[in-house]
C-alpha cells in the first residue's frame, strides 16, 4: 500500500483554509496537517483552532507563537528603514508573511511532509510572499495552491462548498471582508469596498474609532527608543508585544491610524485596501523625528533613498533576498545613534509628535540660534557661498546668452 502525502497547510480557520482541507483530500491522496503562526491575530480568530481544523478533516494544526520574534526580527528591521509602500501602506500583511511561511516551512520539514499549500489567490500578492519563502527555505517540497485548480471562483462559491460540506465559518453573504489582523494592523477587503467609489462602511472598522467620536482632549504619551526601534513607553521598558499592544489601544481610542488606499499590486492590478495601524502609526511618527535629531544629514538622505526599494522588497515577498538582507545591515548601521526619546500627542486621528531628546542629538542651539553664537562666524559665509554657487556662475557666464538667443530663435519660428 502507498503511504500517504503529508501535505502541511497555512491554515487560518477562515473561510478559504477551512474549505481548502476537504479538497485537498479529494484531490491527494493525503493527511493534511494545519500550521499557523500566531502573529497577534487575537484570540478570537486562534482559540479553538485546532479543534476547527479536525473538523475540517485535518490530522490537527500546530499553533506557534511568533509575536516577540516577529517583531524583533521582521517588524523592528522595517521599522529601521521606515518602510512604507507607496507613501501610506505601512506593510503589516507584507511583513508577517515572510514569518508565518518560514514556520511553516520548518514545520513542514520536521514532521516530513511532502507538499505544502496555501490559501492564497491568484489575484493577490500573498501567493508570491508564501511562494518565494517556499523556495528559499523549502525548496524540495511539492508546493500546492488550490485557488489555480478548482472551479471556485469567487467567495459566494466558497461560502457554497463550505455549506456542502457541513463546515461552520464565520464569514456570511451579508458581510464579506477578507481581513488580515496581526499586532502591527488590520487589513480590509471585498464587498462594499471592492468599488474605490464606496465610502468604507461603519461596520469595517475594528481597531480604531472614529475619528470625529474620538476624545476631545489629547492624549500624549512617550516613546522610548533605542538603536532605531521602540523598547518603552513612558519610561517603562516593556517586550515588543507588550508594547504595540498598549500603543494600539490608546492610538485606536483616538482613531488614529486609518489608511483608504488603491494599491498596486505585484500582479499589475489596482486594488483597493482599508488599513489600521494605530500603534504603527505612531511608531513611525516617533521614528521620523528621532532620526532627524539624531542622524546626519547624507546618511538620513541615503535611508530615505533607499526605502523605497527596501518597502519593494518586503511588499513582494522577497524577505529573504541577499538585496534585503544586505540592505537591512545599511539600516541597522545607519540607525545605530538613533536613540531616545519622543513625545507624541494623539488627538481625532492624528499622532503629532511634539518634542524629542537624545543623548545623541546632533542639534546644536549655539549654532543654529538667530541670536549670538560662539561656534559660527557670519563671515565664513561668504567663500562658502560663491564656491557653491560657482558652477552655475560659469554656466551663466559662458553659455547664458547663448541660450536665451536660442530661447528667442526658438520662440520667433
Given at each position: 500500500m502507498s503511504k500517504k502525502k503529508k501535505i502541511v497547510l497555512a491554515y487560518s480557520g477562515g473561510l478559504d483554509t477551512s474549505i481548502i482541507v476537504p479538497w485537498l483530500k479529494e484531490h491527494h491522496d493525503c493527511e493534511v496537517?494545519?500550521?499557523?503562526?500566531?502573529?497577534?491575530?487575537?484570540?478570537?480568530?486562534?482559540?479553538?483552532?485546532?479543534?476547527?481544523?479536525?473538523?475540517?478533516?485535518?490530522?490537527?494544526?500546530?499553533?506557534?507563537?511568533?509575536?516577540r520574534e516577529w517583531l524583533q526580527d521582521y517588524v523592528w528591521p522595517c521599522v529601521r528603514a521606515m518602510?512604507?509602500?507607496?507613501?501610506?501602506?505601512?506593510?503589516?500583511?507584507?511583513?508577517?508573511?515572510?514569518?508565518?511561511?518560514?514556520?511553516q516551512v520548518d514545520y513542514a520539514l520536521s514532521i516530513g511532509a511532502d507538499a505544502v499549500a496555501h490559501g492564497c489567490t491568484g489575484k493577490g500578492n500573498d501567493q508570491v510572499?508564501?511562494?518565494?519563502?517556499?523556495?528559499?527555505?523549502?525548496?524540495?517540497?511539492?508546493?500546492?495552491?488550490?485557488?489555480?485548480?478548482?472551479?471556485?471562483?469567487?467567495?459566494?462559491?466558497?461560502?457554497?462548498?463550505?455549506?456542502?460540506?457541513?463546515?461552520?465559518?464565520?464569514?456570511?453573504?451579508?458581510?464579506?471582508?477578507?481581513?488580515?489582523?496581526?499586532?502591527?494592523?488590520?487589513?480590509?477587503?471585498?464587498?462594499?469596498?471592492?468599488?474605490p467609489g464606496n465610502a468604507p462602511p461603519d461596520d469595517v472598522w475594528m481597531m480604531t474609532a472614529?475619528?470625529?467620536?474620538?476624545?476631545?482632549?489629547?492624549?500624549?504619551?512617550?516613546?522610548?527608543?533605542?538603536?532605531?526601534?521602540?523598547?518603552?513607553?513612558?519610561?517603562?521598558?516593556?517586550?515588543?508585544?507588550?508594547?504595540?499592544?498598549?500603543?494600539?489601544?490608546?492610538?485606536?481610542?483616538?482613531?488614529?491610524?486609518?489608511?483608504?488606499?488603491?494599491?498596486?499590486?505585484?500582479?499589475?492590478?489596482?486594488?483597493?485596501?482599508?488599513?489600521?495601524?494605530?500603534?504603527?502609526?505612531?511608531?513611525l511618527e516617533a521614528a521620523r523625528t528621532l532620526r532627524a535629531l539624531t542622524m546626519e544629514r547624507d546618511t538620513l538622505r541615503l535611508c530615505e533613498k533607499l526605502m523605497p526599494d527596501y518597502a519593494d522588497l518586503v511588499y513582494t515577498g522577497r524577505w529573504f533576498h541577499p538585496a534585503r538582507r544586505a540592505m537591512d545591515a545599511l539600516f541597522a548601521e545607519a540607525t545605530q545613534f538613533v536613540t531616545g526619546a519622543v513625545r507624541v500627542r494623539l488627538y481625532k486621528g492624528t499622532a503629532t509628535a511634539v518634542s524629542s531628546t537624545s543623548q545623541y542629538s546632533l542639534y546644536s542651539e549655539?549654532?543654529?540660534?538667530?541670536?549670538?553664537?560662539?561656534?559660527?562666524?557670519?563671515?565664513?559665509?561668504?567663500?562658502f557661498v560663491k564656491l557653491y554657487g560657482l558652477p552655475g556662475a560659469v554656466v551663466a557666464k559662458v553659455q547664458g546668452a547663448q541660450a536665451e538667443g536660442a530661447q528667442a530663435e526658438g520662440t520667433r519660428s
Amino acid at each position: 500500500m502507498s503511504k500517504k502525502k503529508k501535505i502541511v497547510l497555512a491554515y487560518s480557520g477562515g473561510l478559504d483554509t477551512s474549505i481548502i482541507v476537504p479538497w485537498l483530500k479529494e484531490h491527494h491522496d493525503c493527511e493534511v496537517y494545519g500550521y499557523c503562526g500566531d502573529v497577534g491575530q487575537g484570540e478570537e480568530e486562534l482559540r479553538g483552532l485546532e479543534e476547527k481544523a479536525r473538523a475540517s478533516g485535518a490530522v490537527g494544526c500546530r499553533v506557534d507563537d511568533l509575536r516577540r520574534e516577529w517583531l524583533q526580527d521582521y517588524v523592528w528591521p522595517c521599522v529601521r528603514a521606515m518602510t512604507v509602500y507607496e507613501g501610506r501602506y505601512l506593510l503589516g500583511t507584507s511583513m508577517a508573511r515572510a514569518i508565518l511561511a518560514k514556520g511553516q516551512v520548518d514545520y513542514a520539514l520536521s514532521i516530513g511532509a511532502d507538499a505544502v499549500a496555501h490559501g492564497c489567490t491568484g489575484k493577490g500578492n500573498d501567493q508570491v510572499r508564501f511562494e518565494l519563502a517556499y523556495q528559499t527555505l523549502g525548496p524540495d517540497l511539492e508546493v500546492i495552491a488550490p485557488w489555480r485548480h478548482w472551479d471556485i471562483r469567487s467567495r459566494e462559491d466558497a461560502l457554497d462548498y463550505a455549506d456542502k460540506h457541513g463546515i461552520k465559518v464565520t464569514a456570511s453573504r451579508t458581510k464579506i471582508y477578507s481581513r488580515d489582523r496581526n499586532l502591527w494592523h488590520i487589513s480590509h477587503e471585498g464587498g462594499a469596498l471592492e468599488s474605490p467609489g464606496n465610502a468604507p462602511p461603519d461596520d469595517v472598522w475594528m481597531m480604531t474609532a472614529d475619528p470625529r467620536q474620538a476624545p476631545d482632549q489629547a492624549e500624549e504619551l512617550t516613546l522610548d527608543f533605542e538603536h532605531g526601534v521602540p523598547v518603552g513607553i513612558n519610561g517603562e521598558r516593556q517586550p515588543a508585544e507588550v508594547l504595540l499592544a498598549r500603543l494600539n489601544e490608546i492610538g485606536g481610542k483616538h482613531g488614529v491610524g486609518r489608511v483608504d488606499i488603491c494599491e498596486n499590486r505585484l500582479v499589475g492590478m489596482k486594488s483597493r485596501g482599508v488599513y489600521e495601524t494605530p500603534g504603527g502609526t505612531i511608531v513611525l511618527e516617533a521614528a521620523r523625528t528621532l532620526r532627524a535629531l539624531t542622524m546626519e544629514r547624507d546618511t538620513l538622505r541615503l535611508c530615505e533613498k533607499l526605502m523605497p526599494d527596501y518597502a519593494d522588497l518586503v511588499y513582494t515577498g522577497r524577505w529573504f533576498h541577499p538585496a534585503r538582507r544586505a540592505m537591512d545591515a545599511l539600516f541597522a548601521e545607519a540607525t545605530q545613534f538613533v536613540t531616545g526619546a519622543v513625545r507624541v500627542r494623539l488627538y481625532k486621528g492624528t499622532a503629532t509628535a511634539v518634542s524629542s531628546t537624545s543623548q545623541y542629538s546632533l542639534y546644536s542651539e549655539d549654532l543654529a540660534t538667530f541670536g549670538q553664537s560662539a561656534a559660527f562666524d557670519h563671515a565664513d559665509s561668504y567663500g562658502f557661498v560663491k564656491l557653491y554657487g560657482l558652477p552655475g556662475a560659469v554656466v551663466a557666464k559662458v553659455q547664458g546668452a547663448q541660450a536665451e538667443g536660442a530661447q528667442a530663435e526658438g520662440t520667433r519660428s
